[in-house]
């Protein structure tokens, strides 16, 4: 087994040891790994000799052939980290790569929905479910979503706490356990409240039961005690399917986006997005200043009366 072998052998199986990652992450990182190992060969080096100027010239190759930036991108983000390992190791005494700054990953535009597909998601939901309760569950879930622009985590696993008395404001605890508050829209406490009522006697059915009350405003049977994530994924695409909108446009964080650029369109200040959304950055609420502007940019090209010309 060659030198090279031995370290991408090695690393691979520190990836899976010591950060858990998947058998998809350690393929990724295997197969770029053997381009870079190959590269070098070609050229009478290896992974021990390997410079700087080496690293550099590998990754102009690789623009050369036409890669795309964030193939590129990390591609140079597994060679840095093969070498790190080495270093760690005691392989070598140095990175040849840590200096160098690769091509970045080109920001993606989030995907957003019309104000018309949300309107008609928002009916759908009130038709999706196997029982009257799961869809008064349902629609609650998807106002309280489009109302606050939660992140799908924060939205199942919100206590019911937050929510008594018919609050306009509710506290919501996000990354970093960073509280925040966020507007209920009136829909939003409409369906709320209709909730609570069928969740509340299905409490008390279970409490004279035995059973323990829960503590969250969607509770479930899952073992984190709410209505789970990938749950929600699922009921989110069999919404889109009932209100006519295309699947694979509708997820959680669409959702998320949605109430971002709606709520940017109609005038809100990109500070007060900032804060509904819990971000620590106004950079990167300041995306959203990109969606509208494609937005703008496509009605303009599709209505223009000169736009055919």
Not at 81 to 102: H, T, V
Not at 156 to 164: D, K, T
Request: hydrophobic residues 40%; proline residues 5%.
């Amino acid at each position: 087994m060659s030198v090279n072998d031995r370290w991408i052998s090695a690393y691979v199986e520190a990836l899976l040891a010591e950060q858990g990652a998947s058998e998809n992450t350690r393929l990724s990182y295997g197969r770029d790994l053997i381009t870079f190992s190959d590269w070098l060969a070609r050229r009478g080096s290896d992974f021990e000799r390997a410079t700087r100027a080496d690293v550099e010239n590998y990754l102009i190759s690789c623009e050369a052939e036409g890669l795309a930036q964030s193939t590129r991108a990390r591609r140079l983000s597994s060679i840095k980290q093969l070498f790190r390992f080495a270093f760690e190791e005691g392989w070598r005494g140095d990175n040849p790569a840590i200096q160098i700054k690769g091509p970045g990953r080109a920001k993606r535009l989030p995907k957003t929905l019309t104000e018309e597909e949300v309107s008609r998601l928002l009916e759908a939901a009130r038709e999706t479910g196997r029982t009257p309760d799961d869809r008064l569950r349902n629609t609650a879930l998807m106002e309280v979503l489009y109302a606050t622009g939660l992140r799908v985590t924060e939205l199942v696993s919100l206590p019911v706490s937050a929510v008594r008395g018919d609050p306009r404001l509710i506290l919501v605890r996000g990354k970093g356990n960073k509280e925040r508050m966020v507007p209920l829209s009136p829909p939003a406490r409409a369906a709320v409240a209709a909730w609570l009522e069928v969740r509340d006697a299905a409490e008390d059915r279970a409490r004279k039961e035995g059973g323990k009350a829960s503590p969250f405003l969607f509770p479930s049977s899952s073992k984190a005690g709410h209505f789970t994530r990938v749950g929600f994924y699922q009921l989110i695409k069999d919404v889109a399917v009932r209100a006519g909108v295309m699947p694979s446009k509708v997820t959680p964080h669409t959702l998320r986006h949605a109430f971002a650029t709606h709520l940017l369109a109609n005038g809100a200040d990109l500070r007060a997005i900032q804060t509904l959304l819990g971000h620590a950055d106004l950079s990167t609420t300041e995306i959203y200043t990109h969606v509208l502007d494609e937005r703008l940019k496509e009605l303009v090209l599709t209505h223009h009366p000169l736009a055919d010309g």
